[in-house]
């Protein structure tokens, strides 16, 4: 065989075997890189996930409060009218005996004036029956 021929068989099978190791490491090292984004995607959607959950205990957490503050602010609605309603009913209570007060007074007033009337009337019958007394000895003597 020909040196030259030698010479291209050599270097074809030097470049074949060179592209062969090259392409080996470089899948290898692709393989590793890839792995290596595999892992820091899992890793991102962790933390991902961490975040949803930390955002949704912060949510679930404001919610609550806010459920505390409108517990609080119904606590004190509901006092402030419950307050409310018992000065109302006091003041209503006072009005009533009052008015109830003055009408017991005005009827105590009438039944003494009705009680002199009727001292009156019984005076005045009194009166009567002893004229018609007088009248009737009168006309009976006669």
């Not at 065989?1 to 010479?7: E, I, K, N, Q, R």
């Not at 001292?119 to 003597?141: A, C, F, P, T, V």
């Amino acid at each position: 065989m020909d040196a030259g021929v030698l010479t291209v068989i050599i270097t074809t099978i030097s470049s074949i075997l060179t592209g062969l190791a090259t392409w080996l490491v470089s899948r290898k090292k692709r393989l590793v890189e890839l792995e290596e984004k595999r892992l820091e995607l899992l890793q991102k959607n962790e933390e991902i996930e961490h975040m949803k959950m930390d955002s949704s205990k912060q949510i679930m957490s404001q919610y609550q409060e806010a459920l505390d503050d409108l517990k609080k602010r119904y606590d004190e609605r509901f006092d402030y009218l419950k307050k409310e309603y018992e000065i109302r009913h006091e003041d209503l209570k006072k009005d009533y005996e009052r008015k109830f007060q003055r009408l017991a007074e005005e009827k105590q007033d009438e039944i003494a004036e009705l009680k002199k009337e009727v001292e009156s009337l019984k005076r005045n019958l009194e009166l009567w029956k002893g004229k018609y007394r007088d009248l009737k000895k009168y006309i009976d003597q006669q």
